[in-house]
């Protein structure tokens, strides 16, 4: 029997638990440097959903079973917001804006991280979007609907943005995610002309690179970031879960629109990383979400740091 999570069981689960790992004081985290770049790790709170969403193919018995035997809490699921951020000189480009305060307790948190970190909301120049989903996207807009950056320009996948401003987009999601449908579109229009869209494989800003990594919704991207002579993963949530997503990247989420999609890209994409030794930082990863990935067995594991 494979698990079904219900809207009434998703947002329950997600509503479980209050965490937020940045304390009053906390500071941006330091997880790379690139030539004369910088990359941060900034939080925008945590949450927890039920651990059948980690896999909705799996059993629950199998999927606690391996959580356990893993270290892992078998009933629940704690999710990191790793919000990236690149530094050059005294401006700031952030990928993803964290869900802002009118999605879960225990997420938006960012803009309070922001003043405890020093950072300056006018010297962001631009946020580029992952994907449209609450806890990435509707941070892009204050408690009062006006953009959190106010000098930003913004930009987000053309595909993810048709995908959720179509018509129809009702009939193409699960019930569970009409909330997140109408919470896009709203704070699509509220961005209005300071949103720009771009195709994935096109270069977004100098040096920063859209890679396709669709599945977990359609338009999906990941960020690929150059400077100097390395490069590093911005991953979205291409890789969520720091056990499954890398020794069992053929489960599939629930949160995966395209779980066949989605494990494709999983499998693609760990092969490069693993090959080419890149650094990363996932969105729901632990800690600041920072670390690389090797072979492991047939599958490979996250090795944090």
Not at 6 to 34: I, Q, Y
Request: glycine share 10%.
């Amino acid at each position: 029997m494979s698990i079904s999570i219900t809207r009434r069981e998703a947002l329950a689960g997600l509503g479980a638990s209050l965490l937020a790992p940045l304390a009053t004081g906390a500071r941006a985290t330091t997880v790379a440097k690139l030539g004369t770049r910088e990359i941060l790790s900034i939080s925008d709170g945590a949450v927890t959903v039920p651990a059948g969403m980690i896999a909705r193919d799996r059993t629950p018995d199998e999927l606690a079973r391996t959580l356990r035997d893993n270290g892992f809490t078998p009933d629940v699921n704690r999710m990191p917001l790793n919000v990236s951020v690149i530094r050059e000189g005294d401006n700031y480009i952030f990928i993803d804006c964290g869900a802002g305060g009118r999605f879960l307790e225990g997420s938006g948190k960012l803009a309070s991280a922001l003043d405890a970190a020093g950072i300056d909301r006018a010297r962001v120049t631009r946020v580029l979007f992952t994907h449209a989903h609450a806890d990435h996207f509707w941070g892009a807009v204050d408690e009062f609907d006006e953009p959190l950056f106010p000098n930003a320009k913004f930009a987000m996948p053309h595909a993810e943005r048709d995908f959720w401003m179509a018509g129809d987009v009702l009939q193409k999601v699960p019930e569970a995610f009409h909330m997140m449908a109408a919470g896009a579109q709203r704070v699509i229009k509220q961005l209005d002309d300071k949103l720009a869209t771009f195709k994935a494989g096109e270069e977004v800003a100098p040096g920063i690179a859209a890679l396709d990594t669709g599945g977990h919704t359609q338009g999906h991207v990941s960020f690929e970031i150059q400077g100097g002579n390395d490069r590093f993963i911005v991953l979205g949530d291409a890789l969520t879960h720091p056990l499954v997503s890398f020794a069992y990247p053929q489960w599939m989420p629930a949160s995966d629109q395209d779980g066949e999609r989605a494990v494709a890209t999983r499998r693609k994409l760990l092969d490069r990383l693993a090959s080419e030794k890149l650094r990363i930082i996932g969105y729901h990863l632990p800690g600041a979400g920072a670390g690389s990935v090797e072979r492991k067995d047939s599958a490979y594991r996250f090795v944090a740091g």
